[in-house]
């Protein structure tokens, strides 16, 4: 039985070097909070940042076409400019769908990145749920995937007829659907290819999925 079926897309994703896209900004205390624990809830949150060129910045996945998720961050996180709430940081998987009013496009949010001094930013910050997916019997998961060569998720572009789309069904509180992302399979995490690696001959499927929403984020 074969593992997942993923296109790496390096029209939109990555630069002319084969890399995922890096920003410049300027950083800012508290130290940038590494891990993501599976039992935070997402939500949506706006935060102003000032923009300084020559200090490292984070690096990007715009697989979807229509946002910015956060890969890494090279430094320190950034907090929001002007005394806003310091718990309102930037974190790895953080999606960033509208930059200084310019939403719907992934190639016009990086641009505004790279050329405004500074960004009012919409951010949306995943829930991460879990699945175990049994395939048996089916050729195919029904997922249409896609990734960054860099990156370390892999990004839903389409569900269709299989496994997943019973569980979906037999779910009784989150369903995996466009957008989502894959962050783990089978215990594994990493770069895109590895997770795709992990699914390789498995017939249980133990998944961790990012999902976002536009629901108010509430931190203390």
């Known amino acids: 039985m074969g593992g997942f079926v993923a296109t790496p897309c390096c029209c939109t994703d990555v ?25 935070r809830l997402g939500g949506q949150f706006t935060m102003c940042v000032q923009h300084h ?16 998720v956060i890969v890494d961050i090279k430094r320190t996180t950034v907090s929001p400019k002007g005394g806003g709430n310091p718990n309102l940081t930037l974190q790895p998987h953080d999606r960033i ?51 960054a060569p ?16 019973d569980w979906n069904a037999k779910s009784k509180t989150h369903e995996i659907g466009k957008y989502d992302r894959i962050v783990e399979v089978n215990g594994t995490r990493g770069v895109s290819r590895d997770l795709l690696h992990a699914a390789k001959a498995e017939e249980v499927l133990r998944l961790s999925v990012l999902t976002y929403t536009s629901d108010l984020l509430e931190i203390a």
């Open 15 to 39: 630069s002319t070097d084969g890399h995922t896209e890096s920003v410049q900004l300027v950083t800012a205390s508290p130290a940038v909070d590494e891990g993501f624990s599976a039992s």
């Open 53 to 68: 060129p020559q200090d490292a910045g984070f690096n990007i996945d715009i697989t979807d076409g229509v946002s910015l």
């Open 150 to 165: 860099n990156g370390t998720t892999l990004m839903i572009a389409g569900v269709s007829k299989g496994p997943i789309q």
């Open 97 to 147: 769908i509208q930059a200084n009013g310019l939403s719907g496009d992934a190639a016009a949010l990086m641009k505004e990145l790279r050329s405004a001094d500074t960004w009012e930013l919409t951010v949306q910050r995943p829930t991460e749920f879990q699945a175990v997916v049994n395939r048996q019997g089916y050729d195919s998961l029904g997922l249409e995937l896609q990734f």
